[in-house]
Each structure stands twice: as structure tokens, then as C-alpha cells.
């Protein structure tokens, strides 16, 4: 049977298909401007934040979404591989300096967290026009609940770091002083 048009299921999954498929395109074409995207998410955020503020309510949802966040910062700053906990003959950190260098790979690389960021603070933010959603709660202790959470779970993932020698962020090209040429025979006869 044939719908409203004479389109059937296959038209209308066809269509749905189509859609999807300009929305991907779309998506990969923002990959290379990673500053747009973080200042649109910062806008969608700062919605969220504003009308969660002017409704006076839906705390459970913000709070949900900051465990959701807390989830993905971990995974954005955790190592591809895990040396605690993963015996694996893929390239590990190096642990000393005469180790080969090998870069940090992400376990959750930025374009994910970004999206997946982006995404949650979207559905969040339809959440707060449901009333299903804004269920009564004493917000403070959510709130400290939370950032006694952020402050062990980073605690934890910095002593990670600092036990393994990473760092999560690329801040350009390597510097290196005076010591490190002294170190490595001299100069390189500038």
C-alpha cells in the first residue's frame, strides 16, 4: 500500500536516509574549524544554563548532564591505551626519558567530545520543557555532590598523569632551553 502522494515505506525511509546523510555532510564539513564549534557550543550551553536559571528548576537534568560531562572530560584526557590497566603490544607511554617518544593518543579524540558534549546539552536543554523532568530537589546538595565528585575524579586522573609522564594537550611546538642543548653535547654550531 501506497501512502498520502503515492509515497510508500521505501520513499519515506529514502527520505529519512537522505536527511541523515546532509546532516553528516554538514557535520564533517565543521571538523577543521574546531573554534566555531566550541563557541557554538559555548552559546547552546550558556541557553541551557539561562533557562535552567530563569525556570528555577530542573536540577536533577543539569545534574545528570554534569555526571555526562564529568564521563566524557575523563575519556577526553584518559590514554587510547591504558598501561594500568592493559598489557597489549600496541606502543605504551613512555615511562623514562630515554624512551621513544610516541605521541598521546586520545582515548575519546575532541571532534566526539565535542559532539557528544554538543548533543547532551541539547537534549538537556529539551528536557527542561517537560514538566516529567523538573522533579523537586534541594539543588545545593547536588551541587557539592558534584564538585566533590569533579575534584576526586581529577585528583585521581592528574596522579594518573603524572605517574605515567603524559600530558592530554598539544600546546604547540616543543621548546627546548638552554639545559636540554647542554645536555645533548652543546650547540648545534649556530
Given at each position: ?5 503515492g509515497?510508500?515505506?521505501s520513499?519515506l525511509s529514502?527520505?529519512?536516509h ?7 555532510y ?5 571538523t ?7 563557541m557554538?557550543?559555548?552559546v547552546?550551553?550558556a ?6 536559571y530563569?525556570v528555577?528548576?530542573f536540577?536533577?537534568v ?6 555526562y ?12 591505551v591504558?598501561p ?8 605504551l607511554?613512555?615511562?623514562?626519558g ?6 598521546f ?5 575532541e ?5 557528544s ?5 541539547c ?9 516529567v523532568f ?15 565528585l569533579f575534584?576526586?575524579?581529577?585528583r ?11 600530558i ?17 653535547g ?5
Open positions: 500500500m501506497e501512502g498520502i502522494g509515497e510508500g515505506p520513499a529514502q527520505r529519512g537522505d536527511a541523515w546523510r546532509m546532516y553528516q554538514y557535520l564533517d564539513k565543521t577543521p574549524h574546531s573554534a566555531y564549534r566550541w557554538g557550543s559555548l547552546i550551553m541557553i541551557h544554563c539561562l533557562r535552567v530563569y528555577q528548576g536540577y536533577i543539569s545534574y545528570g548532564l554534569g555526571i560531562l564529568l564521563n566524557l572530560l575523563i575519556g577526553f584526557l584518559s590514554p587510547l591504558d594500568e590497566l592493559e598489557v597489549s603490544d600496541e606502543p607511554l613512555p615511562t623514562k630515554s624512551d621513544e617518544f610516541k605521541p593518543i586520545r582515548r575519546l579524540p571532534f566526539k567530545f565535542w559532539y558534549m554538543t548533543k547532551a546539552f537534549i538537556a536543554f529539551l528536557m527542561t520543557f517537560s514538566s523538573d522533579v523537586p530537589v534541594f539543588w545545593p546538595i547536588l551541587l557539592c555532590y558534584w564538585i566533590v575534584v576526586l575524579t581529577m585521581r586522573q592528574i596522579a594518573h598523569m603524572i605517574r605515567y609522564k603524559y592530554p594537550f598539544n600546546i604547540g611546538k616543543q621548546k627546548y632551553g638552554k639545559k636540554a642543548s647542554a645536555r645533548n652543546g650547540s648545534r654550531g649556530d
